[in-house]
C-alpha cells in the first residue's frame, strides 16, 4: 500500500543550525502539507503546497521555514536557524485533490533542538 | 476565531463497550470535517471525512455523525477493542484556497481488559 515516508525519524541538532526535513508523499498526489505537533500539544498545520508554490500557511509559518519540492517525488521543510521551541514532530502529509480528499500522513520527523 | 472543541479530553472504558466522542467546531468557511486516529508517536491515520451535505458515515466499528447547523459531530466507536486506545482528532478544513486544517486537541481514550 502507498505511504507518505518521512526522514529523518528523529533529529538532535544544535540551536540556530538549519535543518531539513524530507518527506516522499504518495507518488500520484497532488496536494502535499507540513504539520508539526509540540509533545503534548495539537497537530498545528503549518503549510500547503501544490503546483510548485504554498496555497496558504499559518502565522507560524514565518521567515524561518521554507519549502521545496526539488524534484519529482522529494518535499522538503527546511528551517534556517532552529530555535528551542522548535522541537516538535513534524509531520508531512498528502492528498490526490484539493482539501477535499483523504489526507495521508507521514510517521513524522521528531526534531529536538539543544 | 476558527476553532475545533473536542470532548472529553480522555476517557476510560472496558473492552467491549461502546463510546461516543464529541467535536464542537466553529469554523469558516467550512469544507469538510474528519475524525483522525493518532497513536502516540505516529501519524494520524482517517477514519472518516464528511462534507457540509452528509450527516453520518461509518468506518467498520467507527460511525461518524454531523450537524452543520449546530456546527458538532460525534465519533461512535462500537465493541471497544484495546487497539482502540489512542486519541482521536477531529480535524476540521477551511475552503480556502490552500484548504488549510484546524485540528482539535483530541480526545484519549484507554480500552481496558
Known amino acids: 500500500e502507498p505511504e507518505v515516508t518521512q526522514t529523518p525519524s528523529h533529529q538532535v541538532t544544535q540551536m540556530g543550525q538549519e535543518v531539513i526535513l524530507r518527506c516522499v508523499p504518495i507518488s500520484n498526489h497532488l496536494y502535499f502539507y507540513w504539520y508539526r505537533q509540540i509533545l503534548g500539544q495539537k497537530v498545528e498545520f503549518l503549510v500547503s503546497?501544490?503546483?510548485?508554490?504554498?496555497?496558504?500557511k499559518s502565522e507560524i509559518f514565518d521567515d524561518q521555514f521554507s519549502v521545496e519540492r526539488p524534484d519529482g517525488s522529494n518535499f522538503t521543510l527546511k528551517i534556517r536557524s532552529t530555535k528551542l521551541e522548535d522541537s516538535a514532530m513534524y509531520f508531512c502529509?498528502?492528498?490526490?485533490?484539493?482539501?477535499?480528499?483523504?489526507?495521508?500522513f507521514g510517521e513524522g520527523s521528531r526534531l529536538t533542538v539543544l | 476565531k476558527n476553532q475545533v472543541e473536542q470532548s472529553p479530553q480522555s476517557l476510560i472504558i472496558l473492552e467491549g463497550k461502546n463510546c461516543t466522542l464529541q467535536c464542537n467546531y466553529t469554523v469558516s468557511p467550512f469544507s469538510n470535517l474528519r475524525w483522525y486516529k493518532q497513536d502516540t508517536g505516529r501519524g494520524p491515520v482517517s477514519l472518516t471525512i464528511m462534507t457540509f451535505s452528509e450527516n453520518t458515515k461509518s468506518n467498520g466499528r467507527y460511525t461518524a455523525t454531523l450537524d452543520a447547523d449546530t456546527k458538532q459531530s460525534s465519533l461512535h466507536i462500537t465493541a471497544s477493542q484495546l487497539s482502540d486506545s489512542a486519541s482521536y482528532i477531529c480535524v476540521v478544513t477551511l475552503n480556502t484556497g490552500g484548504f488549510k486544517t484546524i485540528f482539535g486537541a483530541g480526545t484519549r481514550l484507554f480500552v481496558k481488559a
Open positions: 503546497f501544490y503546483n510548485n508554490e504554498i496555497s496558504e
Open positions: 502529509a498528502s492528498s490526490p485533490g484539493p482539501g477535499r480528499g483523504e489526507l495521508f
